[in-house]
């Protein structure tokens, strides 16, 4: 069995200003070490410049540095008249490794389909960008049962449309729809469930790719629930909001990570 290192990636959706996200990588940079979990930190796309800067400033290498840099959405298409979409070569040009795709919000406030979402997946896979693949379900269908009938169909339409390989150093982030800001996160038992569904369902189709996944967790952590949450085996991390914002808060989930 694979020793999977745990990751705590960052979501601050639209919050922040440039100064906190260019120092908030430096004193993370210097806060974390080599032992610390995998770290990606998602700020809006228009503060990325100021953290590469940040990044020149202290003389840190992004490939070799603690703290990794992500995006939240990518554009499906490479390049053309596509006002005010950011393309994947372009996240690459500002040094980002990851990008979320499919969170939750973008598929409900911005009518994001599945199908969609596997195009942004093949466009980051293309650039050599690593996805951060949001599923979940919503309290509606928890209710009907249907938990894993959408989990699945969510995963069968990254596949069908860029192949079961396609996972292959991709991460996937679990957040239930009806966790996420809500302040009532899934139990360990809830999410542990569901990650080992997922980790199942790709086993199935490649047993190293299926072994080696990252599944994070993301829904209300924190450093209180978080323990017991990334203590589950097939619980890789979490994909945090809010509290990637708080510094202490956002540390004490990376010891945490490393230590269950």
């Known amino acids: 069995m694979t020793q999977r290192r745990p990751m705590v990636a960052g979501n601050w959706k639209m919050n922040?200003?440039?100064?906190?996200?260019?120092?908030?990588?430096?004193?993370?940079?210097?806060?974390?070490?080599?032992?610390?979990?995998?770290?990606?930190?998602?700020?809006?796309?228009?503060?990325?410049?100021?953290?590469?800067?940040?990044?020149?400033?202290?003389?840190?290498?992004?490939?070799?540095?603690?703290?990794?840099?992500?995006?939240?959405?990518?554009?499906?298409?490479?390049?053309?008249?596509?006002?005010?979409?950011?393309?994947a070569s372009m996240l690459k040009d500002l040094g980002c490794q990851y990008v979320i795709i499919g969170h939750s919000e973008r598929r409900n406030h911005f009518c994001e389909t599945s199908e969609v979402i596997a195009e942004k997946f093949a466009a980051a896979k293309q650039e050599g960008l690593i996805p951060i693949l949001c599923i979940g379900e919503s309290e509606k269908e928890r209710k009907a049962n249907?938990?894993?009938?959408?989990?699945?169909?969510?995963?069968?339409?990254?596949?069908?449309?860029?192949?079961?390989?396609?996972?292959?150093?991709?991460?996937?982030?679990?957040?239930?729809?009806?966790?996420?800001?809500?302040?009532?996160?899934?139990?360990?038992?809830?999410?542990?469930?569901?990650?080992?569904?997922?980790?199942?369902?790709?086993?199935?189709?490649?047993?190293?790719?299926?072994?080696?996944?990252?599944?994070?967790?993301?829904?209300?952590?924190t450093p209180s629930n978080a323990a017991d949450l990334f203590a589950q085996p097939d619980v890789d991390g979490g994909l945090i909001g809010g509290v990637s914002l708080k510094p202490t808060d956002f540390l004490s989930l990376c010891t945490i990570a490393m230590s269950v």
């Open 146 to 221: 249907q938990t894993f009938d959408v989990i699945g169909n969510e995963i069968d339409t990254i596949i069908a449309r860029n192949g079961i390989n396609a996972f292959d150093q991709a991460v996937i982030a679990y957040e239930p729809l009806w966790a996420i800001g809500t302040g009532n996160s899934a139990t360990p038992e809830q999410a542990q469930e569901v990650h080992a569904f997922i980790r199942k369902r790709l086993l199935e189709g490649t047993p190293s790719i299926g072994e080696n996944i990252r599944i994070l967790y993301g829904g209300s952590v």
């Open 16 to 87: 922040g200003d440039a100064d906190l996200a260019s120092a908030l990588f430096v004193v993370f940079n210097e806060k974390l070490s080599a032992q610390s979990p995998e770290v990606v930190l998602c700020p809006p796309s228009i503060y990325l410049e100021s953290v590469k800067q940040a990044y020149e400033v202290s003389e840190l290498d992004f490939k070799s540095s603690v703290v990794k840099l992500g995006a939240q959405s990518v554009s499906e298409y490479a390049n053309g008249a596509y006002t005010g979409e950011i393309s």
